[in-house]
């Protein structure tokens, strides 16, 4: 007879008092009830805690702090009032109650804890961490707009933890200080529009010399009266307005000649890459100015070099590249990024000395790697910055070729891709981890930014064991490797 499904309303409250283990990669603290796994919301290793529980399925529970009996002597005071774990907390952060530097500690262990057991492998050197500023970092992000009667109107910031609603926000830490103080003028401005119900998001973007830029999408056409307001707003606050009516293909500036006034710069290296607010950019602007300067020295390029740079976008680490090596080709699956990359290269006096393709890379095959060598005349390093998704199709390639480059870099943004690619490189194809270590993009969240370091080893005379079975393990889960089992359960 099947049981029951009752509301969170309906639910009687379940505590129960546990001793934390240790954290997970979404910064919950571990801990188990009767030989089964807990991930608990706010809590942190060695801390006895008694928690609510939120969720049960069979192999694990959901719960949430709600009283402390022994501290962690690593427990701060979160400096967000938004921050929390429950119903109405901001999102946006998970590791406030976490000392800064425990999170960077924090995330190196998740790095080799997830390159172990996903991929077998170990780094022969761990880098030691880099990161920017703890607060104030965020130059891009993406806010939710709402109109709320029941709060009084107008809700302008990220989603509460594990809901659609829009946090009460008024100030965010973690964003740049001219971004978190437009929060409630925004809510202000958009309260008084009349598509306030059409208007679902503003998109921000601060570029390098602090010029800002809001995007604001738009579901119906803006009338007069509102687009006199949005245009007021901006000379009141000294930001660029642009209005998106459709995807981010659409986005345009009010003002035609504020186009091209966003930039991002790498003083290193006399580049400056002109972006639209709707790009990809990195969100911590000195983090990037480090972690370019690091892929670049760590890929020890000479100026007789010749550079393949794989999902390369706007040029962040391209055109850095052509600054040291001989040649550089970017390749990256949008044209439209591909175009204005070039235009990039040219901006900076860089298009002599690169090249960009657009090519789908997540099929990229071994005839494309030939081609390659061939249209450059052999390639000698390579950097990789794939999405989340990672660089598989890439990584067989590499494990398969006997044209192989003298190193690579491979810049991630999700550690357990990065341990999947490497494992088939390693496993596969022989190469050796040189290096890895982590980089803190985003302070405060669970996101790990990382950085490893390959070279070319002896292949092995055939796969072994490990390798067989992560290609088991890929094929059984879709590539998705982030749905691999991390708990070590």
């Not at 579901?219 to 007021?232: F, G, I, Q, R, Y």
């Not at 290193?268 to 972690?291: C, G, S, W, Y």
């Not at 550089?328 to 990359?341: F, K, N, Q």
Request: glycine share 8%; proline share 6%.
């Amino acid at each position: 007879m099947g049981r029951s499904r009752k509301s969170a309303k309906e639910r009687t409250p379940e505590y129960f008092t546990v001793d934390v283990e240790r954290l997970d990669q979404e910064g919950r603290g571990i801990a188990h009830v009767d030989g089964k796994v807990v991930f608990i919301q706010g809590a942190l290793p060695g801390e006895r805690v008694t928690y609510e529980r939120l969720r049960s399925k069979s192999s694990f529970d959901v719960g949430r702090v709600t009283e402390i009996h022994r501290e962690s002597v690593l427990r701060v005071a979160p400096r967000c009032p938004n921050f929390g774990f429950g119903p109405g907390s901001c999102g946006g952060c998970t590791m406030q109650h976490l000392e800064p530097s425990a999170q960077v500690a924090f995330k190196e262990r998740v790095l080799l804890d997830t390159l172990w057991r996903i991929g077998k492998v170990k780094p022969e050197q761990v880098l030691m961490p880099i990161y920017g500023p703890f607060w104030g970092y965020r130059h891009r992000a993406r806010l939710t707009v709402r109109d709320v009667a029941k709060k009084g109107g107008v809700l302008v910031g990220f989603h509460e933890k594990s809901s659609s609603y829009v946090a009460d926000m008024h100030v965010c830490p973690v964003l740049t200080p001219n971004v978190s103080a437009l929060l409630d003028p925004l809510r202000e401005l958009i309260g008084g529009l009349a598509m306030r119900q059409r208007m679902p998001q503003v998109e921000v973007a601060v570029g390098g010399d602090g010029r800002t830029a809001l995007v604001f999408r738009t579901l119906d056409p803006v009338t007069p009266e509102d687009h006199e307001k949005l245009m007021a707003f901006g000379e009141a606050h000294d930001l660029d307005i642009w209005l998106q009516p459709k995807g981010p293909e659409t986005a345009h500036a009010a003002l035609p000649e504020n186009e091209k006034k966003l930039g991002l710069s790498l003083p290193e290296f006399n580049v400056r890459i002109t972006f639209k607010p709707t790009d990809f950019t990195q969100v911590n602007h000195a983090l990037n100015e480090t972690m370019v300067s690091r892929a670049v020295r760590l890929l020890d390029v000479h100026p007789e070099h010749k550079v393949a740079d794989f999902f390369c976008g706007l040029g962040n680490f391209t055109l850095p590249l052509a600054r040291r090596a001989g040649r550089v080709i970017g390749i990256e699956g949008s044209e439209g990024l591909v175009a204005r990359a070039r235009q990039g290269a040219a901006d900076n006096g860089l298009a002599s000395k690169t090249t960009f393709r657009a090519r789908n890379l997540f099929t990229w095959c071994e005839a494309d790697w030939e081609e390659l060598e061939k249209t450059m005349g052999g390639i000698d390093r390579v950097l990789i910055d794939p999405p989340r998704e990672g660089a598989l199709a890439l990584a067989r390639v590499l494990a398969a070729t006997d044209k192989r480059p003298a190193r690579v870099v491979y810049v991630s943004c999700n550690p357990a891709t990065l341990a999947r690619d490497c494992a088939v490189l390693h496993h596969e194809g022989g190469w050796k981890i040189k290096a890895a270590g982590i980089m803190n993009m985003f302070p405060h969240t669970g996101h790990v930014e990382s950085i490893a370091v390959l070279e070319p080893g002896e292949k092995p005379s055939a796969p072994d064991e490990a390798a067989a079975e992560i290609e088991r393990r890929i094929a059984a889960q879709g590539d998705d490797a982030v749905k691999m089992n991390l708990s070590g359960e």
